[in-house]
């Protein structure tokens, strides 16, 4: 009996998916070890070799390994861009946005820190344009929190309001470096309720 053949749409689908996992493979393995080693201390040979696969089958995925640290980045501040958004445009108020948004960035911090880490050391390592791009990613973000708190002060200075949106955001994304010896179940309150006295609206405000 010959055997069953698949269809055309569904091996496209299946080498298509095996494609974006790969791709996925790649960018956490380039995570992991730009946050350990920086950037020039990794090669596309150990970025292959960290995710199962030769040096050069890299190139299939990413142009060259600055195309990784692009993807990498680029991609990172658009989820953190699309993904606020969405949550203040599912939030039934304001309040809830915002803490919406302390606990959306606090999921982040304690997911991603070794892209946060990445960030902080290797941004200058980008190409301009995709350095330029990182940026107005995330100028957006923070316009996005500060919308948000100005609709909750509508008489603050927007200064204040962007500088309390930063100094917070440095306070979440450095904290998960020193709290790794605590479980995620304690440090993710504790977090939230840090950030939004940071914010001018502590908790049962």
């Known amino acids: 009996m010959a055997k069953p053949t698949q269809a055309p749409e569904v091996a496209a689908t299946q080498r298509g998916r095996a494609k974006a996992d790969r791709r996925a493979s790649l960018l956490a393995e380039a995570a992991r070890l730009f946050a350990a080693r920086g950037f020039d201390g990794v090669s596309i ?3 292959g070799a960290a995710a199962g696969v030769s040096g050069p089958a890299v190139y299939r995925h990413f142009p060259s390994k600055q195309g990784v640290l692009a993807a990498l980045l680029v ?12 949550v203040v445009a599912d939030a039934p108020d304001d309040v ?26 290797d941004l200058d390592a980008l ?11 995330q100028r ?5 929190w500060v919308g948000v708190l100005a609709r909750l002060a509508p008489d603050a200075d927007p200064a204040e309001l962007r500088l309390r949106a930063q100094a917070t955001f440095g306070l979440l994304n450095s904290t998960p470096h020193s709290v790794r010896s605590l479980p995620r179940r304690r ?10 006295a940071a914010l001018g609206h502590p908790t049962g405000s």
């Open 45 to 47: 040979e150990d970025l």
């Open 75 to 86: 991609g990172v501040s658009e989820s953190l861009r699309d993904g606020g958004a969405a």
């Open 96 to 121: 809830a946005a915002l803490r919406g948004l302390v606990r959306f960035h606090v999921d982040f911090a304690l997911g991603d820190p070794d892209v946060i880490r990445v960030q902080d050391r």
């Open 127 to 137: 190409a301009v344009d995709d350095r330029r791009a990182v940026r107005a990613l």
């Open 140 to 144: 957006a973000y923070v316009e996005l």
């Open 187 to 196: 440090v993710a309150p504790l977090l939230e309720e840090m950030a939004l």
